[in-house]
């Protein structure tokens, strides 16, 4: 059973900090991260070491999910789109957070995390390349540091925060919440498209899937009727994705309209992932998703008893009476094959 575990908020006198570069005239028009030699600025390295200690919040927080060959994937997709390494010695690596919402996030070091919840709307491994490559120009860019220095109303700046600190931005401290819930500027976001579509197409991914992956994630933010997820800022900002990656798919010559999907490799390695990520939505809630995301993850897996009893799940929780008939249907089914589930199948209440 995944836990829902929340982590620590964290001190007041770190947010402080953080708000306290804030200050003075300096200037918001610094080169990217182009080597490992490159220097960061006082205020920069502050920033890392703020970012530093919230990665080991999320780390100790029980969200994040340990698979080192997931892992090992996620990160050989951004060696190709990023061969080369940070300044202080750091590399990119991407990890991920057990929650059915739609988001993905990085931390200046170079850190990203993308929900399980994300991975489970993404059909194959360029339109995951596209989120990542997204997500790691606002790292390489410096998209925090310009972000924190752009800043004038710090008592603003800190309501804004208080506010936000439901939901993601509770879990969260500064650094994190600027990139995961407030998200950045339009021309910030534009640069991270641009950037990280280009670097799509130097790696051989098929960039006619940018605008598919959030067309998805659209559709997805509709269906919930709830405001777009925080990955994605306010309203407009799916939209502004999918008009940009269509223009810059545009521009492109017919050679390089094409390239690697690597659906079955994306796959595999997302396969015990969402797996988890049925449980995580059926918690949350979200009987449609999960009915959704069970059914996929049987098309793959035909016997997986505990993936069974969770669609059967999903139909139940639903509580109406040709759902309730269709979940008598499926715990049938399930005990017919695997009896141990009966306790689990009495305890639901079905009988």
Not at 228 to 234: K, R, W
Not at 323 to 336: E, H, I, K, P, S
Request: charged share 25%; with cysteine.
């Amino acid at each position: 059973m995944p836990r829902r575990v929340t982590l620590p908020r964290l001190a007041c006198t770190g947010l402080a900090l953080v708000l306290g570069f804030a200050t003075g005239c300096q200037s918001t028009d610094i080169a990217p991260l182009t080597t490992a030699g490159t220097a960061l600025e006082q205020d920069e390295q502050r920033l890392w070491l703020r970012a530093d200690e919230e990665q080991a919040a999320i780390e100790r927080s029980g969200l994040r999910v340990h698979d080192p060959q997931l892992d090992a994937y996620l990160d050989a997709i951004l060696d190709r789109l990023h061969p080369d390494p940070l300044p202080d010695g750091h590399r990119f690596h991407a990890r991920v957070l057990l929650d059915p919402t739609l988001n993905a996030f990085a931390l200046p070091t170079g850190v990203i995390y993308i929900h399980s919840g994300l991975l489970a709307h993404m059909e194959n491994e360029a339109q995951l390349a596209t989120v990542l490559g997204h997500e790691l120009t606002h790292t390489t860019h410096r998209h925090a540091v310009k972000s924190f220095r752009s800043v004038k109303n710090k008592t603003a700046f800190l309501a804004t925060f208080v506010v936000g600190t439901s939901g993601l931005g509770s879990l969260i401290g500064a650094v994190g919440t600027l990139a995961a819930v407030s998200g950045y500027s339009q021309d910030l976001e534009r640069e991270a498209d641009r950037v990280g579509f280009d670097r799509l197409v130097a790696a051989g991914y098929d960039p006619r899937e940018s605008p598919k992956v959030f067309r998805e994630l659209q559709t997805e933010a509709r269906r919930t009727k709830l405001k777009e997820p925080f990955f994605f800022g306010s309203h407009p900002r799916l939209q502004e994705r999918i008009d940009n990656f269509t223009a810059f798919l545009a521009t492109l010559p017919p050679e390089k309209r094409a390239g690697r999907l690597e659906t079955e490799a994306f796959a595999a390695a997302t396969h015990d992932v969402l797996g988890r990520n049925v449980e995580a939505s059926l918690l949350a809630g979200d009987c449609d998703a999960a009915r959704d995301e069970a059914l996929r993850y049987l098309a793959r897996t035909a016997d997986a008893p505990e993936i069974e009893f969770l669609l059967a799940e999903s139909y139940r929780k639903r509580n109406e009476p040709a759902a309730n008939q269709t979940a008598r249907d499926r715990y049938r089914q399930l005990l017919a094959r695997h009896p141990d589930f009966a306790p689990r199948t009495a305890a639901s209440g079905w009988s």
